[in-house]
């Protein structure tokens, strides 16, 4: 295999971090019609208010995730799939046929969904997004089409297919009765609503950065689902025999190379999320996505090891940080109060999660504490109350970590000392023209105390005594700037939570 081709990340991202929100759009349009009793059919039928309570919350970005073009293949395998039927009536007891709506990742097209309006719905309601300083994210699904986008019978050749010489009948584990392999990741069995494309295809690429420019017209940003799928070493390895019977070669360059490059030749300011997993993070940041899923972080946290979340942190490069996008669940994850064990253990995971640089990803149902999935196929979840504490949590939360020091600040990561009593505990701080926030967070069942050392406390109007605001609290305590710079700022931080400090 050949090395991959690299280049130095360029972005026009925060030095700090952005917050986005992201919504399931036809579940969530269906849920408002109920909030609003009164159908909710296209995206200019949305009440704006949304929108800008959203914004309001200090959130720079939505993603309105599922907006393009279904299939009724697809359809009709979610309504009829004897595992996924099953799988309904486990997160949503007396589901019925109407709440199967397809999953959104077996795109036909990538014009809009007609269930949601038409065109100009997206472009009309993009304008108004940016003019209350909003930007649009939405989805691009490179890895494979729809079995029943047009491509499977007029450029059968744009897929992965059979082996020459492969007796009929194919595999249909593998393969459609056409023979093109249903799309995969190379693990984990195949994706029977999809069709796998061909990446060592130079008109297939081709083709794909074309469909990659049409998402680009409508959005500010791209979320590019399983992006690291495509990278040329993963990709020969997951179907090394079906390209090598039809004579693929392995291109000279990655495809995300080319493609970013073009896209943001024509629009320079987009952004690009790339789903990815361990580990392949640093490799999509170096093919020029400007954000990239941090899911370790999320996967470390719920181990409980503070040992190992504060190794995961403090052994990156803050370029590394900065561009990877920390969540605490998302349409794949499960719920966090579900995956951290309680709504407050998730809240504790949350303030690590997002006080940390890069893309603070939010998930609809987070700000609740709601433990139910809302299944990718699905309409609706089962219904439960919101945990009016975590509701308030998040409220305060989302107006700290909105402020510009956290945006555009400098991170730093700090030492926390006290060994017997501070082994559950991490810190940081932000600094930002005159503004200095500490972060003191505990994620374990038990206190921690600790000196963190702030060499940048400085006395005020010459008086020594200064004083430190924890945000979370509202709490203002009165401390010696001289011994915080000398022996450090002791704190105490409760069970599942932390401070944040303003000094």
């Known amino acids: 295999m050949t090395s991959l081709v690299t280049k130095k990340v360029s972005s026009t991202v925060p030095a700090g971090g952005m917050m986005m929100y992201e919504v399931s759009t036809r579940p969530w349009m269906y849920n408002l019609s109920i909030t609003y009793n009164t159908p909710i059919n296209t995206l200019s039928d949305i009440p704006f208010e949304e929108f800008e309570n959203i914004k309001s919350m200090g959130f720079d970005m939505i993603w309105m995730m599922g907006v393009w073009e279904l299939g009724e293949y697809g359809l009709n395998y979610d309504q009829t799939n004897g595992a996924l039927l099953q799988h309904y009536a486990q997160v949503l007891p007396g589901y019925t046929q109407a709440d199967i709506i397809g999953s959104p990742y077996a795109v036909t097209n990538y014009s809009v969904n007609a269930q949601i309006g038409l065109e100009q719905d997206l472009i009309e309601l993009r304008k108004k997004l940016n003019a209350i300083g909003l930007l649009l994210m939405l989805d691009f699904v490179p890895n494979h089409t729809a079995v029943d986008a047009e491509w499977t019978t007029t450029e059968i050749d744009y897929y992965i297919r059979a082996p020459q010489g492969t007796p009929t009948p194919y595999d249909n584990n593998t393969y459609l009765p056409n023979g093109i392999a249903y799309g995969s990741a190379g693990w984990g069995g195949s994706w029977y609503d999809t069709a796998q494309l061909n990446y060592w295809n130079p008109n297939c690429i081709k083709a794909r950065i074309q469909q990659l420019l049409t998402v680009a017209s409508f959005a500010d940003a791209i979320r590019c689902d399983m992006a690291y799928l495509l990278l040329n070493s993963l990709f020969g390895s997951n179907w090394e025999t079906q390209l090598q019977s039809w004579g693929f070669q392995q291109p000279t360059q990655e495809f995300w190379t080319v493609a970013i490059d073009i896209v943001k030749q024509e629009y320079p300011d987009i952004i690009?999320?790339?789903?990815?997993y361990h580990p392949y993070e640093e490799n999509l940041q170096q093919v020029g996505f400007d954000y990239t899923y941090d899911k370790m972080l999320h996967d470390i946290l719920n181990g409980g090891d503070m040992n190992a979340v504060r190794g995961w942190i403090s052994g990156h490069s803050k370029q590394f940080t900065t561009?990877?996008?920390?969540?605490?669940?998302?349409?794949?994850?499960?719920?966090?109060?579900?995956?951290?064990?309680?709504?407050?253990?998730?809240?504790?995971?949350?303030?690590?999660?997002?006080?940390?640089?890069?893309?603070?990803?939010f998930w609809w149902g987070d700000f609740q504490g709601y433990s139910n999935q809302l299944d990718v196929h699905l309409r609706r979840e089962q219904s439960e109350p919101a945990i009016s504490d975590a509701m308030a949590f998040y409220q305060t939360l989302t107006s700290i970590v909105s402020d510009p020091v956290f945006k555009n600040g400098e991170f730093t990561y700090l030492n926390c000392t006290n060994d017997q009593e501070s082994w559950n505990l991490v810190a940081y701080k932000w600094t930002y023209q005159n503004e200095r926030r500490l972060c003191v967070l505990n994620f374990s069942d038990q206190q921690g105390t600790g000196n963190i050392i702030l060499d940048d406390a400085e006395p005020i109007n010459g008086n020594d005594t200064i004083p430190v605001t924890d945000l979370l609290s509202n709490t203002t305590y009165y401390r010696s700037s001289e011994q915080m710079r000398t022996t450090g700022l002791y704190v105490i931080i409760n069970s599942w939570y932390g401070q944040i400090f303003k000094y």
């Open 272 to 276: 690009f999320l790339a789903e990815v």
């Open 323 to 361: 561009h990877s996008a920390h969540f605490i669940s998302n349409h794949d994850e499960p719920r966090g109060a579900n995956f951290f064990g309680s709504w407050w253990r998730s809240d504790a995971a949350a303030l690590i999660t997002y006080t940390l640089p890069g893309l603070r990803f």
